[in-house]
């Protein structure tokens, strides 16, 4: 058995409360028998049940008691199985005397089992439980140097990293690209990513992943602040800082290789609707960290780190206070005597010889930190006084009082906010004037301590703020004076960074460029932007949609130095456009749309590409788009940019143009029944997708086997939509498919295939889907990629000539009407005559 603790009873009062209990209940159970020897015939049936149930809650204590002599003679057995046995005993003993409706005494058992400590046992209980955890609490710090509240933060952090990592999609190639720019000397220059050797000399280096650093700043982890000679600084942002301690904290969620990320990043963005290049397109972009969770960490801070704070505070709370007086022997501790004070780190540090002693900077800036030998100078606070030197009261006259922690003064721009506090702990927050114009838009992070927040607003103001505010410098200004650009060149910079600049057939235009309203295009004047691309001021990209114009990395330098410029006075925009000299590889002229000219590798139209091949089948002879089509040159911008496409331009990209014959199908007697039963939205539907007169292909499943499965295996929402047309819907494929509804209707020279200029074209891909209708796999029919073709099972040609239009019918001539109205004759029931049938059912019929 264990030791007893204060507060519980000994084995031997629990062994003597089991049997008294059980003697209790024997007693109980006893005198309910005798009751039913003493009744009458009248009652009987009612004791025997009340015996019967007393005497079931007797064997029961009786039980618990046998239970308590076995296990208090076994040395293993805890004293818990003693006072529950005990406690059993006597709830057993209370029920059986309830029962036999004896007066309860078994309750006055349980006091015993439930003795009330006496204050000494509570103190040494207390005092147990205090040196417990205090001992707990000291191992902790001990292991992880960091205290309760910190600890807590790092495993919160953890649970976050668990989720948060796996979804960026990054390697451990991506961590060391945000570790070569945590150290400040990542930098890209001529296209190359390389990490200096030290801070400051922007040349040379270890060379860094192009591609990894490309793909981190345009997801936003990485920002650039331009520096001399056109190289751009890499930093993580607030948010790349908190991805990176993220992935450090949880490295399991990392990829092994980046064709693994692409691959998870493919699975994860990869929609059904997108096309291929789409996807892949989406694959290679890195997602953003999620939606709150750079608010969400919190960096912990270690117990060494919570030292260094505090020496910190209790310096500024000294000098806050009157700081040094002379003549006066200054309050500090005995330890900072042969110290001063670090012009970097605000803090007393040991000094050999009058120089600081080496020590660890704890400011950001650790490149300006004199912790490697500097002589502290002037910034050493207790300048010592000559003794027996009796000045005079002005000649000592007091230094300047250090400002307080509030009112230290802040970057420009930004301010410190309160955000909702607890009971023990105030929180700050930041937000910053001049990020969005007009409107104070808040930092992330939040800060319990002012002074780190300072800290964080200082470096967001030399990230984002700074290069604007700088005094130019010579080398800057001579370059300013070399881009004597006018006010419309500089606005052509600015659509281009901002805004979409675009070339068509009609000159360069300015998509959506006034920020107040909606869908305000500007046309650009052709020799202003043709002489900014000769430059090299912009740099043309081909999309999907045709040349889009952006200003290259010497055109956004340019355009920043010159409203730098232009903010401090230094110059201002010419009058006239500058006449720039082109560059060597663009001294042959802007090849422009409209003349026919193109970039080398761009892609010409369709009508103008010479076919490698013949085709099998001649396509018919392109005529002009009917005038719905038709685009004129001089219609405005908007109508030539969402006017509908030409039908050469509306064909797929795997063209099918041979014919394929299939024969069509003839409806029975009740399949026209069927049809003609349809609800009119749904007729249109199958027209339109052309499932009125549908022929299967041949199925190694018979049509009993497939009625079956639609009936019993499908789920409810298929079978409400395969009822609604005549002959189904889900199950048909687009090669499967009949006649169009302009050949049902007789008007085959408008074919709908002849029309498009060819088939429909499918994927041949479906989804398989669980019983609630969600998609949990895809379903390829052919692996080899053919695709399934819809062509209008019509006999008409789908090419060459087209067929004669029907002749309209003739119009009965009106009757003439009647000299005299002829009277009314008496209503009498006329038979209801059936409309009468179109186009369509005729043919159908």
Not at 111 to 132: D, F, I, M, V, Y
Not at 163 to 171: D, E, I, K, R, T
Not at 264 to 282: G, L, T, V
Request: with cysteine; net charge neutral; charged share 25%.
């Amino acid at each position: 058995m264990t030791e007893t603790q204060p507060g519980e009873p000994t084995p031997q009062t629990c062994l003597q409360v089991a049997r008294e209990a059980a003697a209790l209940a024997v007693a109980a159970a006893d005198e309910a028998m005798s009751a039913v020897c003493r009744s009458r015939s009248g009652n009987t049936a009612r004791l025997e049940e009340v015996m019967h149930a007393a005497h079931r809650e007797a064997t029961e204590a009786e039980g618990c008691a046998a239970r308590a002599q076995q296990w208090a003679a076994d040395p293993e057995m805890p004293d818990s199985a003693l006072r529950n046995c005990a406690r059993g005993a006597v709830d057993h003993a209370v029920r059986a005397q309830e029962t036999a409706g004896v007066k309860v005494t078994a309750a006055a058992l349980r006091p015993a089992l439930e003795r009330k400590l006496t204050a000494q046992e509570h103190a040494e209980l207390e005092s147990g439980r205090r040196r417990a955890e205090a001992e707990q609490e000291a191992a902790e710090r001990a292991a992880t140097g960091m205290d309760s509240g910190n600890r807590h933060l790092a495993r919160m952090n953890a649970y976050l990293a668990e989720s948060a990592v796996p979804a960026l999609g990054w390697s451990a190639g991506h961590v060391r690209v945000m570790e070569a720019a945590e150290t400040g000397r990542l930098y890209w220059r001529d296209g190359q990513a390389r990490q200096a050797a030290a801070h400051g000399v922007w040349s040379g280096g270890r060379r860094v992943h192009r591609e990894r650093t490309q793909d981190l700043r345009a997801a936003g982890f990485l920002t650039a602040v331009a520096a001399s000679d056109g190289v751009q600084v890499l930093t993580p942002t607030p948010m790349g800082q908190v991805a990176l301690e993220l992935a450090r904290l949880h490295p399991a969620g990392l990829y092994d290789s980046d064709t693994a990320a692409y691959e998870a990043r493919y699975a994860r963005s990869a929609r059904s609707y997108m096309s291929s290049d789409e996807k892949k397109a989406a694959a290679r972009r890195l997602p953003a960290l999620e939606y709150g969770a750079v608010g969400r960490y919190r960096r912990p801070v270690t117990l060494a780190e919570q030292e260094v704070r505090a020496e910190r505070e209790a310096a500024e709370r000294w000098e806050d206070e009157g700081g040094y007086c002379p003549g006066v022997e200054s309050p500090v501790p005995a330890a900072e005597q042969g110290t001063a004070r670090c012009p970097c780190c605000g803090l007393h540090k040991v000094t050999v010889a009058g120089v600081l002693a080496p020590h660890k900077a704890t400011r950001a800036a650790v490149e300006d930190c004199p912790g490697s030998g500097l002589r502290p100078g002037a910034e050493t606070p207790r300048p010592a006084a000559e003794p027996g030197t009796d000045d005079a009261p002005g000649a000592a006259a007091e230094p300047a009082p250090v400002p307080a922690a509030d009112e230290l003064p802040w970057p420009p721009g930004v301010r410190l906010v309160s955000l909702m506090s607890t009971r023990y702990q105030d929180w700050w927050g930041l937000e910053c004037g001049r990020c969005v114009p007009g409107v104070s838009a808040p930092l992330p992070g939040k800060w319990d301590d002012k002074g780190d927040a300072r800290i964080a607003a200082y470096a967001h103001y030399d990230q984002a703020h700074r290069p604007a505010d700088d005094v130019l410098t010579e080398q800057e200004i001579a370059e300013v004076e070399r881009w004597p650009l006018s006010d419309a060149q500089r606005t052509v910079l600015h659509w281009a960074e901002h805004f979409e600049l675009r070339e068509y057939d009609d000159g360069f235009w300015a998509l959506d460029c006034v920020p107040d309203r909606w869908d305000v295009n500007k046309k650009v004047a052709r020799a202003r932007v043709t002489g900014l691309w000769a430059a090299g001021l912009l740099d043309v990209r081909l999309d999907g949609s045709g040349r889009h114009l952006v200003p290259s990395q010497t055109g956004r330098r340019v355009a920043r130095m010159l409203w730098r410029a232009e903010r401090q006075g230094v110059a201002e925009p010419a009058a006239k456009d500058a006449k720039l000299a082109p560059l060597p590889k663009r001294s042959n002229g802007y090849p422009l749309q409209s003349e026919g000219r193109y970039f080398s590798g761009e892609q010409r139209p369709t009508e103008e590409a010479a076919p490698a091949q013949p085709a099998a089948v001649a396509a018919p002879a392109e005529t002009a788009p009917p005038a719905g089509v038709a685009v004129r040159a001089e219609q405005p911008l908007l109508r030539r940019l969402f006017a509908p496409r030409a039908a050469r331009e509306q064909r797929p990209a795997r063209d099918i143009r041979t014919v394929i014959r299939r024969p069509q199908r003839v409806l029975t007697h009740e399949e026209r029944e069927r049809v003609r039963n349809t609800a009119a939205l749904n007729f249109q539907g199958a027209l339109i997708m052309g499932i009125v007169d549908p022929v299967p292909n041949a199925s190694p499943m018979p049509e009993e086997a497939g009625a079956w499965v639609r009936e019993h295996v499908w789920p409810e929402h298929l079978r409400q939509i395969e009822r609604k047309y005549p002959h189904g819907f889900a199950r048909w494929s687009m090669c499967e498919r009949g006649t169009c509804w302009n050949c049902l209707s007789g008007r085959c020279d408008i074919c709908v295939h002849r029309q498009k200029g060819g088939p429909h074209v499918d994927s041949n891909q479906d989804w398989v889907t669980d019983h609630r209708g969600r998609n949990v796999a895809r379903l390829i029919l052919r692996p080899g990629g053919e695709p399934c073709v819809w062509w209008c099972r019509c006999a008409c040609p789908k090419n060459g000539p087209a067929p004669a239009r029907p002749a309209a019918k003739a119009k009965p001539a009106p009757a003439s009407p009647p000299a005299t109205p002829a009277p009314a004759p008496a209503p009498t029931a006329t038979p209801v005559r059936a409309p009468a049938e179109s186009a369509q059912q005729a043919a159908l019929w």
